[in-house]
């Protein structure tokens, strides 16, 4: 069973209750509300806004004697909750109970309203104790506003020759943030806290570094492979935390990079790729919480099929476990992908592939949507979103790369696929398209996009453009605008390797249709730019693949700006470019700023992508000389 706990919903937006639970330092905070509780002959709980399962989720409440149950909401009288019937709260005054236990955190004007009915002889006791302290929160007025909860996981690792570096920006001083930091808790591959710290931030849009080898040394500590807590607090505009993670050896053998972590723990997860040959695939389950993953609580199975594989073992709260997948699911199918069942213990989990040759590679799974059904709209829209959804990603020049395509169904109803997958040119030309013929759940394989154009279009080999997946409404109307793939590249020279994965979004229309075009904050249209690139070490070359990807017709080109900034924030240099309409760039950071990098070579900062009339999406790289290369979407803020 999933832990009884609301993270995330498409219509009502984060909930923040599993994250107030469950902060790090609210066990500590927990230890005397329980221990008093236990103490109590009798206990009544008033739960007026259905949290008492998230409560005992998170919290021992065995032996405590629960004795009566009260409500506010008349329709939820009679329900059972921790196997208590609900009472009308009318009803609280005849309780005999010691304390009254009032699920809230800002409890003070309701404690004021219902003053008349606290049984005489009772002591109230609320989650007011369970509050972090007054340093950590943001917004004293609304605890569980989700500003005062954007924290989020890393997977952090710093072991041998393998480093691991989260990079991100200060994109709250954009919105008005002033004296930002951030409280990190570092874990083991136990759970246990082995570095805690804070980071104050410049007043600025300046670069936040967090290097596991700098972290190593300042807590002087051992090798470790766990997860990075980060919690920011003092933000405004933005209730995520974004960031870059590249995973490197120290001669750049291996270079691999990924994202942020969605921060609300999902029940299923897919666009897990099985082992090709050679290759061995690691799942990375890390438990966010400060409770016990029990056996048999998640699980693998391949896509399409029923048979569920569950993990046997105990992962201990805040515990970093690998999974190989091989062992648990007994030599899968080459060139499938497994669904995770993760019962919303874990954030975004990642996946770490070392292949025969020792190189190594780092991605994520997606969240598996439990909720969709197909959209009936969509086929009567066409003529006002034109193309409507696209999935967009770069196409490597293939004198030296293999481009690939994976759909991955990513919602519980996605039983087949009809699409198209087109080739464009860098100036938005249609070069080929390619139909995706009804596709089943668990049918999908790798496309060499590469080998199909070499057999159609071999001169078109030489440009690198984009491909982008539209759905065939056509012949398959039943589409519902969660169309996602992982797209993998393969060095064919090195045979290093970089995968990434996205879902579909309607881009570069005015009309609006749900959260399309969807906007960094707020409602939509999002119809500008704003994205976060960081600058690769002096040895690496950092190449930025931007695409217009366009549903109908918009601007014809762009006026995008890329502006060099160093540590602070501070602008060090631009270089302006106009991308036609549905076309795309390939840029190397050291080619366009290289009178400004010529003379300093040891330069860290980033590259801010900014357009106001457009939106553009873009994929960073890194890439080695030897041809070890890391590649992946680029976050906008």
Request: proline share 6%; net charge negative.
């Amino acid at each position: 069973m999933p832990l009884p706990i609301k993270t995330f919903s498409n219509k009502d937006g984060p909930d923040c209750l599993f994250k107030a639970l469950g902060h790090p330092l609210v066990a500590t905070l927990a230890a005397g509300l329980l221990e008093d509780l236990r103490a109590a002959t009798q206990v009544a709980v008033y739960d007026p806004f259905d949290i008492l399962d998230a409560f005992s989720a998170f919290n021992d409440l065995n032996e405590i004697n629960f004795s009566d149950l009260y409500v506010q909401n008349i329709n939820d009288v009679g329900c059972v909750r921790r196997g208590l019937t609900a009472q009308p709260l009318s009803l609280l005054s005849r309780s005999k109970a010691e304390v009254v236990l009032v699920l809230m955190f800002d409890a003070d004007r309701l404690l004021a309203q219902i003053d008349g009915l606290l049984p005489a002889s009772a002591t109230c006791r609320t989650l007011k104790s369970l509050r972090l302290p007054d340093h950590l929160i943001t917004l004293n007025q609304k605890y569980l506003s989700p500003i005062n909860f954007a924290t989020n996981f890393a997977f952090f690792r710093d072991v041998g020759d393998l480093h691991t570096t989260l990079t991100t920006v200060n994109y709250w001083h954009g919105y008005g943030a002033r004296a930002v930091k951030l409280w990190l808790c570092l874990f083991d591959d136990a759970g246990v806290p082995v570095a805690t710290w804070e980071e104050e931030l410049p007043d600025q849009s300046a670069g936040i570094v967090i290097d596991s080898s700098d972290v190593r040394r300042r807590f002087n500590l051992g090798p470790f492979t766990g997860q990075l807590f980060i919690h920011a607090i003092g933000i405004a505009g933005h209730d995520q935390i974004k960031y870059v993670l590249d995973i490197f050896s120290d001669g750049y053998e291996t270079l691999s990079c990924t994202h942020d972590a969605n921060s609300w723990p999902a029940e299923v997860y897919a666009g897990l790729p099985a082992p090709m040959g050679g290759e061995e695939v690691t799942l990375w389950v890390q438990n966010s919480h400060p409770v016990a993953i029990p056996p048999r609580s998640i699980g693998l199975r391949v896509m399409g099929v029923d048979e569920l594989h569950w993990i046997d073992e105990v992962v201990e709260p805040f515990a970093t476990m690998p999974i190989n997948v091989s062992q648990i699911m007994s030599r899968p199918v080459a060139g499938t992908q497994l669904e995770l069942h993760a019962g919303k213990y874990l954030v975004r989990p990642r996946y770490e592939v070392v292949d025969s040759r020792e190189s190594r590679r780092i991605a994520h799974v997606n969240v598996q949507r439990t909720d969709l059904i197909p959209d009936q709209n969509l086929p009567r829209l066409r003529g006002l979103v034109g193309k409507g959804y696209i999935l967009a990603a770069p196409i490597l020049p293939a004198n030296q790369y293999d481009s690939k395509v994976f759909w991955t169904p990513m919602a519980t109803t996605q039983n087949q696929l009809a699409a198209h997958l087109t080739v464009f040119d860098r100036e938005g030309i249609e070069v080929k398209s390619f139909p995706l013929r009804f596709l089943g759940r668990g049918e999908a394989i790798p496309i060499s996009v590469t080998e199909c154009l070499r057999k159609v279009k071999g001169e078109f080999l030489e440009h690198c453009g984009h491909m982008e997946l539209t759905y065939d409404l056509v012949n398959n109307p039943e589409a519902d605008g969660w169309l996602h793939a992982i797209f993998c590249y393969r060095n064919t020279m090195s045979g290093h390797q970089a995968e990434t994965s996205f879902g579909s979004h309607m881009f570069n229309i005015p009309v609006t249709y749900k959260d399309q075009p969807q906007s960094y904050t707020g409602k939509p249209p999002g119809l500008s730019t704003r994205l976060y690139v960081r600058v690769g070490h002096p040895r690496l070359d950092t190449i930025l693949h931007l695409i217009y990807p366009a549903s109908m017709p918009w601007l014809e080109t762009s006026n995008t700006t890329l502006s060099l900034k160093n540590g602070l924030g501070q602008e060090v240099a631009t270089h302006t470019l106009q991308i036609p309409c549905g076309g795309s760039r390939m840029i190397s950071i050291r080619e366009i700023f290289r009178a400004f990098l010529a003379g300093n070579k040891n330069f860290t900062g980033y590259v801010s992508v900014r357009d106001l009339g457009c939106r553009i999406f873009g994929y960073h790289a890194l890439v080695h000389p030897e041809g070890a290369f890391s590649l992946d979407h680029m976050f906008g803020f």
